[in-house]
């Protein structure tokens, strides 16, 4: 399969601790971004980190990518219990086009 | 902007009874994606269109599943005759052209078919 995987699949923190979650892929991406969705919702994209990037920055976020191995980490500095919610990272294949293969994502929960 | 809609929010069904989903995409948009997502499969893509023409329907599990879009501003998912294990959310999104990465998602149908 070339989607992409999380772990953890579960994690929970608490509120001021850094949450660091993983993606692994397994094929040649052009970009990988990573998604937010809380409970009910739809999801709502955080950051999008191009195959030659290696970091990336967007507020208390920080995306890592190592397309060496074919990883991504996103970190969230400073964690609020607001940040509780599911994240998944989603590739974009140098083959597929405009569409997008979705992980299975980590739940994060930030306890007050 | 309001974002993608979707309707209904919610939908009940019994087995054997045709569904039709609905999505109006943001304005000037040219892609549009249908979503399923599940706790079993996670988020699936169903099919895609770029342009009001499908570019890749090989996410849509079956015949029963179909998916149209008349004009640039709306599309429908029609699940004819449902069964029960299609109850899912399903998502629709939209990106404003072809290639261009980031996917704005609606909110989502909760389907449930008894």
């Known amino acids: 399969s070339q989607q992409g995987e999380e772990d953890p699949q579960a994690l929970s923190i608490q509120e001021g601790e850094n949450a660091t979650m993983n993606c692994s892929y397994k094929?040649?991406?052009?970009?990988l971004q990573w998604y937010r969705q809380n409970s009910g919702r739809g999801l709502v994209h955080l950051i999008l980190?191009?195959?030659?990037?290696r970091e990336k920055h967007s507020g208390r976020l920080r995306v890592t990518l190592d397309t060496s191995k074919k990883s991504s980490s996103l970190l969230i500095t400073a964690s609020r219990a607001a940040d509780t919610a599911s994240y998944f990272c989603a590739t974009d294949f140098e083959t597929s086009g405009s569409r997008l293969t979705f992980g299975e994502g980590t739940q994060l929960t930030v306890n007050p | 902007d309001a974002g993608v809609i979707q309707s209904p929010r919610h939908e009940v069904t019994e087995m054997g009874q045709e569904v039709t989903l609905r999505c109006k995409p943001i304005s000037g948009h040219n892609s549009l994606f249908w979503y399923r997502q599940t706790m079993m499969r996670g988020l699936e893509l169903l099919i895609y269109f770029n342009n009001n023409v499908p570019i890749d329907d090989s996410g849509m599990p079956e015949d029963r599943f179909s998916a149209k879009m008349p004009n640039a501003s709306f599309s429908t998912l029609k699940i004819q005759p449902s069964e029960p294990r299609d109850s899912a959310v399903y998502f629709c999104?939209?990106?404003?052209?072809?290639?261009?990465?980031?996917?704005?998602f609606g909110p989502g149908t909760r389907l449930l078919v008894l």
């Open positions: 999104a939209s990106s404003l052209d072809y290639g261009q990465e980031t996917q704005y």
């Open positions: 980190i191009r195959s030659n990037e």
């Open positions: 094929t040649s991406i052009n970009n």
